[in-house]
Each structure stands twice: as structure tokens, then as C-alpha cells.
């Protein structure tokens, strides 16, 4: 067919222990305040900013029952998501520079 493969860049993907103490701090920083101990962390496989810096991770809440909005015609997210987003966000850099992880 007369077509040629030349790869320009490849990022590799993106792996994290369960239990790896960056995925655990995150973690116990939506839980904490949330108060949600009951909902699993989970990943999705789009090409992110942390797939081009070693130990890193990207993070971000999508509440259970909200609706999934990134990326689409007139996304959004409601204020007091927004908010508590924010202070997950405060608690989990506390969490990363203090190393704190307990309880």
C-alpha cells in the first residue's frame, strides 16, 4: 500500500503501585475530606502532563454522581465542587511535603 510507520515520540505509560506512599497520600487526602471511604481510586489512560515527569502522578477528583464533563462541549463543574476540589488539593500537597500519612 505503499505507507510508512516513522515514530517521532513515545511517552511511556504510567505505573503506581496500589500502595505506593504518593498514591496512598492522595488518597488519604480525598478521604479526608470527603469523609468517602468507600469509593475506589481509578485512572483513565489519556496522555497527561505526568506522563513526561518522572514520579508523577496526575490527580484529580470526579465525585461520585457527578457527571463526567472534561473535555466536552460546555464543560463545567459546579462551584461547590470546585471548593472541595481545592481543599483536597491543599490537603494532598500538605500531605506530600510533609510526608504525613497517618491515621
Known sequence: ?????KMAEHLGP???KRDD???V????A???VTGDMESEPFTVGAATFARTMR??????PIFPGQV???HLPNEFIAIEDL????????RALSNLLTRENKG
Request: aromatic share 14%.
Open 1 to 5: 500500500m505503499g505507507c510508512a510507520l
Open 14 to 16: 504510567i505505573y503506581f
Open 21 to 23: 506512599e504518593v498514591i
Open 25 to 28: 497520600l492522595l488518597e488519604k
Open 30 to 32: 480525598y478521604r479526608d
Open 55 to 60: 514520579n508523577t502522578v496526575a490527580f484529580g
Open 68 to 70: 463526567e464533563m472534561s
Open 83 to 90: 471548593d472541595k476540589c481545592t481543599e483536597i488539593y491543599i
